[in-house]
């Protein structure tokens, strides 16, 4: 099974340009893989360590602003900002997890939430550093006089990295690290007492997605030439989880495949402009009111008793 | 003198649960504690695993003053534990359940597990093998990769104890390992704790089915009220009055 | 004390008695079913709009504010029945997608029956400002701190001397106990919904003559009006109280005398300090877990 995802990823992502009709489909494939990989992160926290964190987008916009910034006023080499951009985040969230993820459920939720708002409300407010509201332009991604540029370029690169991080994610997951993390989502007390340090592993799934989070950012703003707190804000946190629910917890190719389909749907959607935002609403409550632990998980079930029929 | 407790006490709020508790245990023998309903015998196994911290007194085990760590460095220093209200890793199945057990045994560096190193691969290959003899050895190879939500009562009671050996303990804290089994399957876990001396495991084991106490204890510690009331072997303990009484009531004696 | 200080204890403790009844609504709504309703911060929004509506359409104003507290009602027991209910056993997360859906879909709906545009409610007594010690204060802000105190007081009763209100606190403390003694939570719920969403309602109508209202509002005073229940210790009603009131002051002073441009940011440090520090609040109960 662990194989034949992998396997199955990687020749969606090398055949599917056969499917891109334009440039535009190329730019919905990147947004695809790069929120993909946000989800793959948070998808370790949440389904798998059964944390719960309604920031993210924080960390996001952190990783993008934090290279955009380096680049643009400080004249930092491109990958050079990214990687300090994706340490700090990372320095960041391993420093603030300690504390925040002592708290459980409803109060973790609130804090995290917290916390993402107050990163957005900063980025939006620091205008001179940051622009403020209306954002500001990102040198491209360049090493050696080189440039990636362009939707092809960017599609293969996203495609490439995307696949490379779930791999490391099921890697980790079939690891006694993987295994720490569900033991404490499923008993903390009896992980605890097969001598798992809860704290240690709940901050490193946090600091972990933190991370790619800040990668993602990064990427995006670098891809995009520009960024706006828009990405930072508590929607885009509330996307990002919702991804992960929707696709199904505890199931990194349900993470993709969520990231997938909610990052599809509002494009799909804008053809309906003003009901947009009402449909998508609608969406989020029918799927989660009838497919409770996500699309992956339900369609894998529901494959399964069908299997069982046909016996 | 494997384990050994200094006036142990712990208090919740104005409630002393368990209240000056000085005990020693010796290495490779079954000891039973026992007591009726809220004499404090969950509290004093919990205090001795470190899931609580003790209000007062100190825990010395193989040498060391554990009192006030963290519940994984009691894990760590080779203390184990079964609990009374399942806590079985639910989302996982049998096999996973004792692999996660191991946990102290695999030392597993971040880089190692993410790019799956030869090595890592090796070690994951040993771990699930011990794990099968493990559930084979309580009699649940054929649960292997079943999730643990879809086991019976019984089979999740040996579970948790093969999770427990996993470790590799030198102390086994069992909390009611016989509570709600049939005949059968009582008979089952006696004859598991009795070959888990054979394995030099030291047992301390909460149960109040006094057959099994009596016949697989070599020591018995009766708690009444978060304090000692009597201790010895289990024939002596049985025939205590005072024990009588705790359980019974006085019209018994 | 300085006329400066005066006038934003006011302004504080104005803008604090609605993050009071906000509040209020989440600890009903989360005592009665342990759901966080994302959707609370809609249900303020909806009622300042469709007070506006009504009161535009040539309504008096009483009856235009008795409609639309009763619509949001009405909206409220809808999120139970549709949302809420079917979904009953899912994990927190899910439930918390769920409310955060029916909160985007609310606010959907809001922007196609009106528009984008901010609108003011009239005041409900004038504006002619009061100056009360060099600060002044607006007739509207009397109603604000009336009408809260007045509904805190009704709550009191309702919950401490009616059946139907211990039914409720009966839910909250041990839902299977109060089954078993015939309440039928089905019912509890619903009044919870219900009564959550003409609280939140009511704090937004009593807010829009002063900072009027749009079809966006909801979020922020969504989520500080949570800041403040958390504050006060998350499903304590009089903790929600205290908190929204101790965020209003908190907001108000952050605001005037450190720095206006982060206003906003007060209510989530504050919620920070608060759950980093002293995770059940001010009122609220420790809890433990028991092996």
Known sequence: MRARGLVLLALAVAALPLALPNKYAYDVAILVGLNAIVCVGLNLLIGYAGQISLGHAGFFGLGAYGSAILAAR??????????????????????????????????????TLGLGIIVAIVIATEDGLTGGPDGMSVPPLAAFGVALAGETAWYWAVGALLVGVVWLARNLIDSPRGRALRALHGSEVAAEMVGIDSARHKLNAFVLSAALAALAGGLTAHYAGFITPAKATFLHSIELVTMVVFGGMASTFGAVAGAAVLTL???FLTALKDYEMVVFGAVLMFTMIF????????????????????? | MLLRTEELSKAFGGVAAVDAVSIAIEEGTVHALIGPNGAGKTTLLNLLCGIYRPTRGRIVFAGRDLAGRATHEYAAAGIGR??????????????????????????????????????????????RLEAEALLEFVGLAQWRDTPADAMPYGALKRLEIARALAARPRLLLLDEPAAGLNPVETAEIDRLIHSLVTRRVTVVLVEHNMKLVMGVSQHVLVLDYGRVLAEGEPAAVRANPRVVEAYLGAEAR | ??????????????????????????????????????????????????????????????????????????????????????????????????????????????????????????AFSGETPIVLGGATLLPQSLWVLGA?????????????????????????????????????????????FALSAALGAVAGILIAPITFTAWDVGVMLGLKGFAAAILGGLGSGAGAVLGGLVLGIAESMGAGYVSSAYKDVIAFVVMLAVLMFLPGGLLGARASDRV
């Open chain 1, 74 to 111: 400080y004249g930092w080499p491109t990958p050079l900002s990214l990687a300090a951009a994706v340490a700090g985040v990372a320095l960041l969230a391993w420093l603030v997890g300690r504390p925040i993820l002592r708290l459980r459920g409803h109060h973790l939720a609130m804090a």
């Open chain 1, 265 to 267: 749907l509002p494009q």
């Open chain 1, 291 to 311: 497919m409770p632990r996500g699309l992956v998980p339900t369609l894998e079930k529901a494959l399964a008793a069908a299997n069982r029929r046909a016996v």
């Open chain 2, 82 to 127: 079964t609990f009374q209200n399942l806590q079985v890793f639910f989302n996982m199945t049998a096999l996973e359940n004792v692999m996660t057990g191991r946990h102290l045994l695999e030392p597993c560096g971040f880089a190692a597990a993410a790019l799956r190193l030869p090595a890592r691969v090796r070690e994951e290959r040993a771990c």
């Open chain 3, 1 to 122: 004390m300085s006329a400066q200080f005066a006038q934003y204890l006011l302004t504080g403790v104005t803008v604090g008695a609605i993050y009071a009844l906000v509040a209020l609504g989440f600890a009903i709504i989360y005592n009665a079913s342990q759901v966080i309703n994302f959707a609370q911060g809609e249900f303020v929004m909806l009622g300042g709009m469709a007070a506006v509506s009504l009161a535009n359409a040539g309504w008096p104003l009483p009856v235009a504010v008795g409609a639309a507290v009763a619509l949001a009602a009405l909206l409220g027991l809808a999120l139970e029945k549709l949302a809420v209910e079917p979904a009953r056993g899912a994990p927190v997360v899910t439930l918390i997608i769920i409310t955060i859906g029916a909160s985007i879909l609310l606010r959907g709906m809001a922007m196609l029956v009106w528009d984008k545009n901010v609108h003011a409610l009239p």
């Open chain 3, 148 to 192: 809260t105190l007045v509904i805190v007081a009704l709550l009191a009763w309702f919950f401490h001397r009616t059946l139907l209100g211990k039914a409720l606190l009966a839910t909250s403390h041990n839902r299977l106990a109060a089954q078993l003694c015939g309440i039928s939570v089905r019912h509890v719920l619903m009044v919870a």
